[in-house]
């Protein structure tokens, strides 16, 4: 496809309950294992049309409150994928950082995270931020301590304090902003992601599940972002 204008692609993976569902699945689970897969793709999507960055939210402050089963088998989950996949990231050149609060997660998660980030922490072609335990206020709000903190122990005056330093001290810290935010499943909000970082993104909406969002339909959200450009530049 012609190179498009994306730099960073923020997606919300929406959807794979529902799909579960829909597919008489008697786990909700099977629609997030098909989600990891159309994760992978999109990988592999954003590399062939050159896009370097892209934030996935994978797991919210919110989804905190569903069942303690769920919760378990996610994280069970999200554990194998760190594990599995992290050869192919490799040999592929994608570097995984994640981002958001992980103070609640046990120290097996912290560990199987870290070493991902540590074994893909040369990789440039591509930089993929996993947002797990991520709220956007609660990351505001947590730029907004390590600030006040700075300030007491005097090593950040207050009046120096602008928009990019501000910047510098949120879990997207040296990454540009968002252009482009595609939310899967049919809900028409952002529900908490990167607030401060979608100030001027383009939002695509679809009513695709996620684990069925193909090559056909990402190149549809890059169409909209480019015809969205085209126009602001009459």
């Known amino acids: 496809m012609a190179e498009n204008s994306v730099r960073h692609l923020g997606v919300i993976m929406d959807g794979n309950r529902r799909w579960a569902r ?13 989600g990891v897969d159309t994760f992978m793709d999109i990988c592999t999507w954003c590399q062939d049309a050159g896009i370097p960055y892209m934030t996935v939210y994978a797991f919210s402050t919110e989804n905190w409150e569903r069942s303690q089963e769920e919760v378990a088998d996610l994280f069970k989950l999200m554990e194998r994928f760190f594990t599995d996949e992290v050869e192919t990231c490799i040999r592929r050149d994608i570097r ?17 995270i870290r070493k991902a980030e540590e074994m893909t922490a040369g990789c440039k072609n591509l930089l993929v931020q996993i947002a797990i335990s991520y709220g956007g206020r609660d990351e505001i709000v947590r730029a907004a301590k390590k600030a006040a903190a700075l300030a007491a122990e005097g090593k950040l005056d207050p009046a120096d304090l602008n928009e990019e330093a501000f910047e510098g001290l949120l879990d997207t ?19 908490n992601f990167l607030p401060w970082q979608t100030v001027y993104a383009e939002i695509y909406f679809t009513p695709i599940l996620w684990p069925d969002f193909s090559r056909k339909d990402f190149d549809e959200a890059l169409k909209f972002y480019e015809g969205v450009q085209i126009n602001k530049g009459k």
Not at 22 to 34: A, L, T
Not at 96 to 112: A, C, M, P, Q, T
Not at 173 to 191: C, E, H, K
């Open 22 to 34: 829909k597919h008489m699945f008697s786990s909700v689970m099977r629609g997030h294992e098909k």
């Open 96 to 112: 995984i950082k994640v981002i958001g609060n992980l103070e609640r997660l046990d120290d097996e998660s912290k560990e199987v």
């Open 173 to 191: 810290a040296g990454v540009p902003d968002v252009d482009l935010v595609i939310r899967t499943g049919g809900n028409m909000r952002l529900s």
